[in-house]
Each structure stands twice: as C-alpha cells, then as structure tokens.
C-alpha cells in the first residue's frame, strides 16, 4: 500500500483481555518501530525492527507487552492481560533504511485500544 | 530524557507567522518535525541533522543550533492546514549507530483561524 496500515483502528477490551495489533510497513521499508501514545502527549518509543530482528526492546513497559516481525514484513504488537493504563494509541512506523541520518519515518494512523 | 517544546500552544490568524521550539538537555544528532492531526498519523514535515539542515515544505522552514542543542520550526504565512499538534523527535545516538528511535516532544498545538 501507499503507506503504513494498521488495524484494527479501534479497539475496547475488557480488563484481562489479551489484544493484537497488526501493522502493515511500507513494503520494502527495512525498520519498523512501534510507539505509544497517550492522550495529549507526544508518541513514547516501544520497540524497534530491523527486518525480522528485534534489536530494541527498551521501550516495552512490562513483560505482558510482546511484538513480533516474523518474515520481516508484518509486524505484530500482542498485550496479555490488559490493563487500564495501556489504554493509548499504539502507533506503527517505518522507514526505508536502518540508519536516521536522512531517513524518513512514517507513521500509521495508530489503532486506539481502550481497556474497560 | 524529553526534549522540552515551547511555546504549548499558538493560535494565529490566517497569515501570520509562528516559531516553535524544541530544546534538549543532551547533545544531539539529528532533529524530526512532525505534524498531527486529530486522529491521524504524525505527518514528517522534515529532518535536520547535525551540521545541516534539509527543507521539507514551503513556508515552513526549521534551523538546528547544535550548541544550544535546540531547533526551531517556522512557519510563515499559515493556512488553515496548518493547524495540528507539532512534536520534535530527536535522535541522540551518532550517524553510525543510529537507526531512527526518536525521542518525542510533548508537542505544540497550533490552531489558525481565518
């Protein structure tokens, strides 16, 4: 496709709910990096792919949260057990090189999980 | 640690000016700018990268003070489209080891009326 998809766009689960977000990269777009976003605040780092390998997981608030980019393409984010504070934006990204010097990043339209 | 943007927000009529900017405790190597509306994807507006700086759009030009670990964002004559949330992304890690995870602002909301 023309950009990065994501879905589902929204998302309610019940408290204890495990949930799957999925992100379509640009094809051909090496990095993939999925960001957090709460309400009013500016997107916070969750982790990032460099084709099939997770080379960055720093970002992940706890061991319920788990993505998983298997043939380099697609890009899974998975949460176990939802919690109320994960409600957020999950937004996706990617970009065509593994480098940022000069490398633009592009950024889904984010899929809204609210956790009841 | 986040880089700090200021002003929070703007409200402008049609054709006036605007500077936001974005400043950071660490040195940096490279700025993002980026524009979010409601319920859409952050839009890249342009890069600036140490010791240079790339244009994205007409009329909205940036400058990076790698000194003062700052950038700028200017927009001039703003249309109604401008109106959004601007966020500066920054990346701290050197060309070489850089692969693009960016550190976000809290963003700048920026509101033009006719």
């Known amino acids: 496709g023309a950009g990065v998809s994501q879905s589902p766009r929204y998302k309610v689960a019940k408290r204890g709910q495990d949930v799957a977000l999925r992100c379509d990269p640009i094809s051909g777009h090496v990095s993939l990096f999925w960001y957090q976003q709460a309400l009013g605040q500016g997107p916070e780092f969750l982790t990032y792919?460099?084709?099939?390998?997770?080379?960055?997981k720093s970002g992940l608030p706890s061991d319920r949260f788990f993505a998983e980019r298997p043939e380099g393409s697609v890009s899974t984010l998975k949460i176990q057990r939802t919690q109320q504070e994960d409600s957020a934006v999950y937004l996706c990204?990617?970009?065509?090189?593994?480098?940022?010097?000069?490398?633009?990043?592009?950024f889904g339209e984010g899929s809204w999980l609210t956790v009841v | 640690q986040q880089p700090v943007q200021s002003p929070q927000a703007v409200i402008l009529r049609e054709g006036e000016d605007a500077v936001i900017n974005c400043s950071s405790s660490k040195a940096l190597y490279s700025v993002h700018w980026y524009r979010q509306k409601h319920g859409e994807a952050p839009v890249f507006l342009m890069i600036l990268l140490k010791g240079g700086e790339q244009k994205g759009h007409d009329k909205i030009s940036a400058s990076f003070n790698e000194k003062k670990q700052q950038s700028s964002l200017y927009l001039t004559a703003s249309q109604l489209s401008y109106s959004g949330t601007y966020f500066c992304g920054t990346d701290r890690n050197a060309g070489g080891t850089s692969y693009g995870k960016l550190t976000f602002g809290q963003g700048t909301i920026l509101t033009v009326h006719p």
């Open positions: 990204a990617s970009s065509p090189r593994s480098g940022a010097a000069g490398n633009t990043i592009y």
């Open positions: 792919f460099q084709n099939e390998a997770q080379l960055d």
